[in-house]
Protein backbone atom coordinates (compact mmCIF):
# COMPACT_ATOMS: atom_id res chain seq x y z
CA UNK A 1 0.00 0.00 0.00
CA UNK A 2 1.55 3.52 -0.85
CA UNK A 3 0.05 6.46 1.10
CA UNK A 4 -0.90 8.98 -1.11
CA UNK A 5 -2.78 11.72 0.66
CA UNK A 6 -5.46 12.16 3.83
CA UNK A 7 -8.15 14.47 4.56
CA UNK A 8 -8.57 15.38 7.86
CA UNK A 9 -11.69 15.13 10.12
CA UNK A 10 -11.07 17.74 13.18
CA UNK A 11 -13.68 17.58 16.00
CA UNK A 12 -13.25 20.68 18.38
CA UNK A 13 -15.39 22.76 20.87
CA UNK A 14 -13.58 25.57 19.91
CA UNK A 15 -12.53 25.75 16.07
CA UNK A 16 -10.70 29.06 16.24
CA UNK A 17 -8.77 28.42 19.51
CA UNK A 18 -8.13 24.65 17.55
CA UNK A 19 -6.95 26.43 14.59
CA UNK A 20 -4.72 28.86 16.28
CA UNK A 21 -3.34 25.66 18.13
CA UNK A 22 -2.53 23.80 14.82
CA UNK A 23 -1.05 26.47 13.15
CA UNK A 24 1.14 28.45 16.05
CA UNK A 25 2.03 25.49 17.95
CA UNK A 26 2.25 22.88 15.97
CA UNK A 27 3.20 24.56 12.90
CA UNK A 28 0.77 23.01 10.07
CA UNK A 29 -0.04 25.56 7.32
CA UNK A 30 -3.53 26.65 7.36
CA UNK A 31 -5.26 25.92 4.11
CA UNK A 32 -8.61 24.66 4.95
CA UNK A 33 -10.39 27.10 6.94
CA UNK A 34 -13.24 28.77 4.79
CA UNK A 35 -15.07 30.20 7.67
CA UNK A 36 -17.61 29.22 9.81
CA UNK A 37 -19.85 26.97 8.19
CA UNK A 38 -22.86 24.43 8.90
CA UNK A 39 -21.97 21.87 7.33
CA UNK A 40 -18.37 20.93 5.43
CA UNK A 41 -17.86 18.12 2.90
CA UNK A 42 -14.74 16.67 1.54
CA UNK A 43 -14.07 18.64 -1.40
CA UNK A 44 -14.72 15.17 -3.98
CA UNK A 45 -18.34 15.20 -2.59
CA UNK A 46 -19.10 19.09 -3.14
CA UNK A 47 -21.84 20.00 -5.38
CA UNK A 48 -23.97 16.98 -4.96
CA UNK A 49 -26.17 18.66 -2.88
CA UNK A 50 -25.02 15.92 0.40
CA UNK A 51 -24.84 19.09 3.06
CA UNK A 52 -28.31 20.17 1.75
CA UNK A 53 -29.75 17.14 2.07
CA UNK A 54 -28.44 16.70 6.01
CA UNK A 55 -29.28 20.05 6.84
CA UNK A 56 -32.69 19.67 5.43
CA UNK A 57 -33.08 16.08 7.15
CA UNK A 58 -31.87 17.75 10.57
CA UNK A 59 -34.09 20.56 10.20
CA UNK A 60 -37.43 18.63 9.32
CA UNK A 61 -36.44 16.22 12.16
CA UNK A 62 -36.48 18.91 14.45
CA UNK A 63 -39.47 21.01 13.32
CA UNK A 64 -41.14 17.67 14.15
CA UNK A 65 -39.43 16.63 17.21
CA UNK A 66 -38.01 19.54 18.96
CA UNK A 67 -40.10 21.50 22.00
CA UNK A 68 -41.97 24.66 20.31
CA UNK A 69 -38.81 27.55 20.76
CA UNK A 70 -36.09 25.81 21.47
CA UNK A 71 -32.81 27.33 20.66
CA UNK A 72 -30.40 24.24 19.00
Known sequence: M???RSIPILYSGNVE???TYYT?????DCKWDWGNQDVMVA????????GTAMMNA???WL???????SLV
Do not use: D, M, T
Not at 24 to 28: A, P, S
Not at 63 to 69: C, D, I, Y
Open 58 to 60: IRN
Open 2 to 4: IFQ
Open 43 to 50: PKWQGKQI
Open 17 to 19: KSL
Open 63 to 69: QENAPHN
Open 24 to 28: EVLGF
